[in-house]
């Protein structure tokens, strides 16, 4: 048990069609990363919020957005939907060490398993 | 981020050790060894780091070779639900990201 939990669990889209996922970590867990998982991969990193603000960025296009809020909670958006977009789309927190920087250590949530259609 | 390369699948009969190898033949000198499995379509579950010295919690010990070029990750006895794909990452102390492979799909056979 993480403490990580992402909602929903399965979601179904149209492609064209925008998409909000969602992600809540435990206190103290100031670092949210998010990854995407297609079939039969590895994860793949698509950005890191830390303290609300973005803190690094994978190769992916700017239809993916996210935020992160006060109370540990955090978003990833895609907008205009594409086949390829399908996928687990997994959320990782980590504690924030002593003189305010992020830990290493990532804990993942369940994902989220979108289908585009 | 140095590069990790894994057998792609490996069988261990229940209650045996498994040893799952890796290879960072890149690894710099502030890297850490991390270790997690992903059991059928679930998050990743962390299970150790390490820098150089051998390190040892409840699930796991993960063997560090004296050049750090690879490292072994022990399950000290297999159990059925240890069946999972597993992924050994080396990263940079304070980078944001971790860089992924394909890992070892490991089938523990009773």
Same mark, same amino acid.
Not at chain 1, 32 to 42: D, E, F, N, P, T
Not at chain 1, 107 to 115: D, E, K, N, S
């Given at each position: 048990e993480t403490g990580v939990t992402q909602s929903p669990t399965h979601l179904i889209k149209t492609r064209g069609q925008q998409v909000t996922l969602r992600c809540s970590s435990q206190s103290g867990h100031n670092t949210? @990363?998010? *990854?995407?998982? =297609? $079939? #039969?991969? #590895?994860p793949q990193f698509i950005f890191q919020y830390y303290r609300e603000e973005e803190n690094g960025r994978g190769n992916f296009p700017p239809r993916f957005s996210g935020l992160q809020f006060p109370n540990y909670s955090s978003e990833l958006n895609v907008n205009a %939907?594409? %086949? /390829? /977009? @399908? =996928? $687990? *789309? $997994?959320?990782a927190s980590s504690l924030e060490l002593a003189g305010g920087r992020p830990g290493d250590t990532q *804990?993942?949530?369940?994902?989220?398993? $979108?289908?585009?259609l | 981020d140095a590069k990790t390369t894994q057998p792609p699948s490996m069988d261990c009969a229940e209650g045996r050790a498994a040893n799952l190898p890796c290879n960072h033949s890149t690894i710099s000198g502030n890297e850490y060894v991390y270790w997690y499995r992903q059991i059928h379509s679930q998050g990743p579950q962390y299970i150790i780091h390490g820098l150089k010295n051998n390190e040892t919690n409840e699930m796991a010990s993960l063997i560090i070779t004296e050049d750090r070029k690879s490292s072994t990750l022990i399950l000290p006895h297999a159990t059925l639900r240890d069946t999972a794909v597993y992924y050994c990452i080396v990263r940079s102390s304070g980078t944001y990201k971790y860089i992924f492979g394909t890992g070892t799909r490991l089938k523990v056979l009773a």
């Open positions: 949210v @990363s998010w *990854y995407q998982q =297609a $079939l #039969g991969q #590895g %939907l594409e %086949l /390829d /977009d @399908s =996928a $687990l *789309y $997994l959320c *804990y993942f949530g369940p994902g989220t398993r $979108l289908t585009v | -």
